[in-house]
C-alpha cells in the first residue's frame, strides 16, 4: 500500500503536511512534528508591511535616540510583531539545518518589487518551495474584480521568473469566477494551488467600540468549500492541489483525496491532539484503505471530482435547489 504523493514536483512519503501556523515557530517543536512523521513543513509568512515597519521604526528609533543617554533604551517601545527579514531568514535555515524533509516559506508581499525581491531572500535561504498568501479585502470601491484579479497573475508571473524553486499560491474563496481565474495562475506558472484561507472573525464590541476578531481553530465544517474548490480543478490545470483548513481525521485525508487534492495541511488538529495525531492519521488512513481495497491514494485521487462523477450539478445547482423546496 502506497500513501505517497508528489506535490509542486516534491516527493512526499505521505500527503500529511503541517500548515502556516505557530507549531512551527520553534526548532524544537519542528523536530518533534517531523519524528511523528510529517512529510513537510509551511513556515508562516513574512509579511512584507512588517519588514517595511521594522526598517521605519529602525531609522526613527536610531534618529531619535542616538544622541541621548545610555538608559534611553529602556523606553523604547518593544512590539509584539512577526519576525522581521533577518529572523525570519534565520530561523528558515535553522529548520531547513534541523529536518530532512521538504520546508516551504510563505511570504505574503505588499508591492510588486516586495514580493520578487523577498521570494528571492526566501529561495536563497534554502527554502524547498514558497508559497504565496495572496489576499486581497476587496474593500476598495474604485478598484474593479478583474483589476485585482489582474495584479496577483502578475504577482505570480513575475515571482516565477525570479525564484527557481516550486511556487504555490494560497487562495481565498472570495472570487467572484474562482475556476477561471484558478486557471489564469496556472497558465501563470503556479506550480501549486492551496485551497483556502481562513480569516480572523471579525466582531463588534458595541460597548467599548472596538472591533475584536477571534480566530478559532477549524473543524470538520470547514472542510466543505475546499472540497468543493479542490473538485472543481482537479483534472483542469497542471498545478498540484492542496486542502488547508477542516482535516482532522483520516477520512478527511480521504475525502480531499478523492476530490483532487495532492497533499493536506494541517495547523488546528495538531494544535488540540499533539504531534502524535500525524502518525494516528497515518495509521487510520491505511487501516481504511486496507478495508476498502485501495492499493494506494494515486487510484482514488480525484474520483469524486467534477471531470470525474456522472453529474457535476450535485455538488451545485441540484444543492442549491434542494434547499429552497
Do not use: C
Not at 51 to 69: K, L, N, R, T, Y
Amino acid at each position: 500500500m502506497s500513501l505517497a504523493t508528489t506535490y509542486l514536483g516534491l516527493r512526499l512519503t505521505h500527503p500529511l503536511m503541517v500548515g502556516a501556523g505557530p507549531l512551527t515557530d520553534d526548532i524544537d517543536g519542528v523536530r518533534r512534528l517531523e519524528d511523528a512523521g510529517a512529510a513537510a513543513f509551511v513556515l508562516p509568512p513574512l509579511f512584507e508591511e512588517e519588514i517595511v515597519g521594522e526598517q521605519m521604526s529602525a531609522f526613527f528609533h536610531s534618529e531619535g535616540h542616538g544622541d541621548a543617554f545610555a538608559e534611553a533604551t529602556s523606553y523604547a517601545p518593544d512590539p509584539d510583531q512577526a519576525l522581521g527579514p533577518d529572523e525570519y531568514l534565520e530561523h528558515l535555515r535553522r529548520v531547513k539545518a534541523a529536518v530532512g524533509t521538504p520546508v516551504l516559506a510563505s511570504l505574503n508581499g505588499a508591492t510588486l518589487g516586495g514580493w520578487t525581491a523577498y521570494a528571492r531572500l526566501l529561495e536563497q535561504a534554502g527554502a524547498d518551495a514558497i508559497e504565496l498568501d495572496l489576499y486581497h479585502a476587496a474593500s476598495d470601491p474604485g478598484m474593479s474584480g478583474a483589476e485585482v484579479e489582474r495584479q496577483m497573475v502578475e504577482i505570480v508571473r513575475e515571482v516565477k521568473r525570479t525564484v527557481r524553486v516550486p511556487v504555490a499560491v494560497k487562495l481565498s474563496p472570495l472570487f467572484t469566477a474562482f475556476a477561471h481565474f484558478a486557471g489564469q495562475l496556472d497558465a501563470a506558472g503556479a506550480d501549486g494551488l492551496t485551497l483556502f484561507s481562513r480569516f480572523h472573525r471579525a466582531d463588534i464590541d458595541v460597548i467599548e467600540l472596538e472591533v475584536v476578531r477571534t480566530f478559532p481553530p477549524s473543524d470538520g465544517s470547514d472542510l466543505s468549500l475546499r472540497l468543493r474548490g479542490v473538485a472543481v480543478l482537479a483534472g483542469r490545470v497542471k498545478a498540484s492541489l492542496a486542502v488547508t483548513g477542516g482535516v482532522h481525521t483520516a477520512i478527511d485525508v480521504v475525502k480531499a483525496t478523492m476530490a483532487g487534492a495532492h497533499a493536506v495541511q494541517m495547523v488546528s488538529a495538531l494544535v488540540l491532539n499533539g504531534p502524535g495525531h500525524l502518525r494516528t492519521l497515518r495509521q487510520e488512513l491505511e487501516a481504511w484503505m486496507a478495508e476498502n481495497e485501495w492499493g494506494s491514494l494515486e487510484e482514488m485521487r480525484g474520483n469524486m471530482s467534477f471531470d470525474r462523477i456522472p453529474d457535476p450539478a450535485l455538488y451545485e445547482r441540484a444543492a442549491f435547489r434542494s434547499m429552497h423546496r
